[in-house]
């Protein structure tokens, strides 16, 4: 194992803050207010509950009846701002003829918006390929007048999302996962370095000078700054990307990482954003891929839909459990079938005590006190604590499945991993949770 060499960024959050109750936000480039346009949360992974769903008699844009807003009313959303998803192919309404004519969502959602643009409403994002559907500032009256449009399938308003990592002092790394059981051996075998694949890191942008990464690590794209530069001034991606591929710290030794940047420098984002990630992964992934995503919040269909997507896409997704020692069944991404959702273990093989668990985990894997790539300079380590740090894990490992078997299938992918999961290791693994444990010697 190598010596941790920690670093102490000066934006760390002092232990004990509260996560994440809002989001900083400018009219300039911060997704976290204009630009993201959108979103919802279903509290508890199921109907929205009494005052979190608002519905008006107005007819919608093209339509008529109740619109409904998911979310409304739940912590952490962000005032005017909805995520509009359209219905299906197949799904429209009969009468919906706007759907039919239009070839584009931007143009679908120009002719949703004819009533709205002079009050003020803007289409923010558009989604075509993980969802079909767009983002939008409006005021209230509008989002439900949409909602009730039947070309659409829901909306939902937009909310803060915030990473799954926690800084902590030192040490431990990679040593768990290529082995059956405990004591440690100091050492980690692979039978491959996934030189063929593509990880793309959804989170707070990579630091991609970093000695860990060579010349393997390049930038995608940046939804924070709407800018081709998905830099790391958090440190929480760069850290779960040297976990994924670092040649030290990660799994897949010589994977290239890929930057889709939707968190921002105090490792919060907005649900928009982070679809907007999904959507380009979907679109742009280079195959064979794997995906990771440390983002976890309240539970809604619009990030389930839209991770789906990614899979869907032929992207193989590992997502963190979560950090709030309760079910994982009532966060997105988390409790999509789709994904691989990870909880995290400490070095004795017991469930770190803040991880999620329940029938939505997939996999254990090594999440407390882990050891990777830092962003304070080219060499810094840090150690980072989380299901954040557990996902990257399944992901390296993933890769690595994918580097021997590259016209592997998601689904493939999957049922490999958890086949060869080592069972019955992890001790107090929570109520309903599968015991597996990640194991990567396929």
């Known amino acids: 194992m190598c010596t941790a060499r920690t670093e102490q960024p000066s934006h760390a959050r002092p232990k004990g803050l509260a996560p994440l109750q809002h ?4 009219k300039k480039k911060s997704r976290i207010a204009v630009a993201s346009a959108a979103a919802f949360v279903l509290i508890g992974g199921t109907a929205v509950g009494a005052g979190a769903l608002e519905s008006a008699d107005t007819p919608g844009p093209g339509g008529s009846g109740v619109g409904e807003i998911r979310g409304a009313d739940a912590p952490g959303t962000i005032d005017g701002e909805y995520i509009v998803v359209m219905k299906k192919t197949g799904e429209e309404a009969a009468d919906s003829a706007r759907l039919k004519s239009r070839t584009s969502v931007r143009e679908l959602a120009g002719s949703l918006l004819d009533d709205a643009d002079a009050r003020g409403a803007a289409v923010q994002r558009t989604y075509a390929t993980a969802l079909k559907g767009f983002t939008v500032t409006a005021d209230r009256d509008e989002a439900r ?6 070309a659409v ?8 999302e915030r990473g799954n990592g926690t800084q902590n002092d030192p040490t ?6 290529d082995q059956r059981d405990l004591p440690l051996s100091d050492s980690y075998s692979y039978d491959s370095e996934a030189a063929n694949v593509n990880a793309y890191i959804v989170d707070s942008g990579i630091r991609i000078t970093h000695e ?11 939804f924070v700054d709407d800018d081709a530069k998905a830099d790391d001034c958090h440190g929480h991606g760069t850290h779960v990307a040297g976990t994924v591929g670092g040649a030290t710290y990660g799994v897949a030794k010589s994977a290239k990482l890929v930057a889709v940047r939707v968190l921002d420098c105090e490792n919060r984002g907005t649900t928009a954003d982070v679809i907007a990630g999904y959507d380009w992964v979907a679109k742009n992934a280079v195959k064979p891929a794997v995906a990771n995503v440390s983002i976890g919040g309240a539970a809604t269909d619009a990030k389930d839909a839209a ?12 997502v963190s459990a979560g950090n709030s020692n309760t079910d994982s069944c009532q966060q997105s991404p988390a409790r999509a079938p789709a994904v691989l959702t990870v909880a995290a273990t400490s070095d004795t093989d ?4 803040s991880s999620n668990y329940g029938k ?11 050891v990777s790539a830092g962003r304070a300079s080219d060499t810094a380590s840090a150690t980072m604590t989380g299901t954040s740090m557990a996902a990257p894990h399944v992901t390296g490992a993933a890769a690595l499945y994918l580097g021997a078997h590259p016209t592997a299938s998601p689904s493939t992918v999957t049922k490999a991993m958890l086949d060869a999961s080592s069972k019955s290791k992890v001790t107090s693994p929570g109520a309903d949770s599968p015991n597996r444990l990640l194991y990567s010697r396929f």
Do not use: I
């Open 23 to 26: 989001a900083k936000r400018t």
């Open 145 to 150: 007048r949409l909602a009730a449009d039947p």
């Open 153 to 160: 399938a829901y909306v939902e308003q937009n909310r803060v």
């Open 172 to 177: 431990w790394g990679l040593d768990r996962v």
């Open 212 to 222: 860990e990464f060579g010349s393997r690590a390049k930038y995608g794209v940046d």
């Open 307 to 318: 991770v789906t997507g990614m899979v869907e896409a032929g992207v193989t997704v590992a």
């Open 350 to 353: 017991a469930r770190w005590a």
């Open 360 to 370: 939505c985990v997939d996999l254990f894997a090594p999440g407390h006190q882990v």
